[in-house]
């Protein structure tokens, strides 16, 4: 069995009221986007921090290794990209260049996963969710909490995930960074529990664990 910690700094920041909240206005705006990733040589210390009311979490001495750069649409019609037949519900889409693309759903106050598609190297693969995954409900509030149940498949490789995960909106407070100080912030826990299948080969499992 494997284990994944992973520890995401991305925050999104809406104060509504005595505590933070993310309405369904917020979910993946169309526009650019930039992520200031580290080096993972720096992260051997990094821990995920409190969780509660009114915390803090104190990132400052994590500086940018480099950025990724993203572009999110609205479908149909933002992206030419956005008809992919594989995903027809969609309509929200993220590039992140070099050819690869996520979908999802925004439907009754839910953001759902539906796949992503590569098209590197003049070669198109896909991973599509045949039962999507709820990745928010909104609103995002302190101490929600949710479980969703989920599989994918990959084209044109064998590769079957079977899964599920819970959500938890764990803690509030302030977040430092070397990009400055930002009160209001909500942090996100997913944990996942899954199974990954090839065609041919030992079934894997999976146990990941992320902040947002």
């Known amino acids: 069995m494997k284990k994944l910690y992973f520890t995401l700094l991305i925050f999104i920041i809406a104060k509504l009221g005595a505590q933070p909240v993310i309405s369904a206005a917020h979910a993946v705006q169309p526009g650019p986007l930039t992520f200031y990733a580290l080096d993972f040589t720096q992260l051997g210390s990094l821990t995920p921090g409190p969780s509660g009311a009114n915390v803090s979490w104190d990132f400052s001495q994590y500086t940018s290794a480099t950025t ?25 889409m993220v590039s992140s260049g070099g050819g690869s693309y996520a979908y999802f759903e925004y439907a009754s106050n839910e953001l759902s996963t539906l796949g992503t598609k590569s098209t590197n190297s003049g070669i198109t693969t896909y991973s599509v969710y045949t039962n999507p995954s709820t990745e928010l409900k909104f609103p995002v509030t302190y101490l929600q909490t949710f479980t969703d149940s989920w599989v994918s498949h ?6 079957t995930e079977t899964g599920t995960h819970t959500v938890t909106v764990d803690a509030y407070g302030t977040l430092k960074t070397a990009l400055g100080t930002f009160p209001n912030t909500l942090r996100v826990k997913v944990e996942k529990n899954f199974t990954s299948n090839t065609a041919g ?6 146990n990941f664990v992320g902040y947002t």
Do not use: E, W
């Open 154 to 159: 990959s084209i044109p490789a064998s590769v």
């Open 68 to 92: 990724i750069n993203q572009v999110r649409y609205d479908c149909p019609g933002g992206n030419s990209n956005c008809s992919d037949a594989n995903f027809p519900m969609a309509n929200k």
């Open 201 to 206: 080969s030992p079934t894997a499992t999976i």
